[in-house]
Nanobody, 122 residues
Framework: QVQLVESGGGLVQAGDSLRLSCAAS????????MGWFRQAPGKERECVAA????????YYVDSVKGRFTISRDNAKNTLYLQMNSLKPEDTAVYYC???????????????WGQGTQVTVSS
């Protein structure tokens, strides 16, 4: 089992940067693919970015390409999401999640964090 705890959210202005972190418990973190999802009010949750267990494969939704970077440090059991040039439309609750293999399908993620709020003001 993997327990996930996100941190790093907050209130920022458009154009600012934030780095989200997701700390994972257990020694099996390195065996899981990981993803960052977000859910804005009134919208469905979407996969923002995903990364394979070894970091060699990544995925980004079109709206964040060139602005967000997903990375992981398996030695520290931590997943990151560097978010640059933030826009008001990036406002959402951000969740990290773990899956047995690289995927962007929510249903294939077995473990979820509690979420961290990111609010971008214009």
């Amino acid at each position: 089992q993997v327990q996930l705890v996100e941190s790093g959210g907050g209130l920022v202005q458009a154009g600012d940067s934030l780095r989200l972190s997701c700390a994972a418990s257990g020694r099996t973190f390195r065996s899981y693919a990981m993803g960052w999802f977000r859910q804005a009010p009134g919208k469905e949750r979407e996969c923002v970015a995903a990364i394979s267990w070894n970091g060699r494969s990544t995925y980004y939704v079109d709206s964040v390409k060139g602005r967000f970077t997903i990375s992981r440090d398996n030695a520290k059991n931590t997943l990151y999401l560097q978010m640059n040039s933030l826009k008001p439309e990036d406002t959402a609750v951000y969740y990290c999640a773990a899956a047995p293999s690289f995927t962007i399908v929510q249903a294939e993620y077995d473990y979820w964090g509690q979420g961290t709020q990111v609010t971008v003001s214009s």
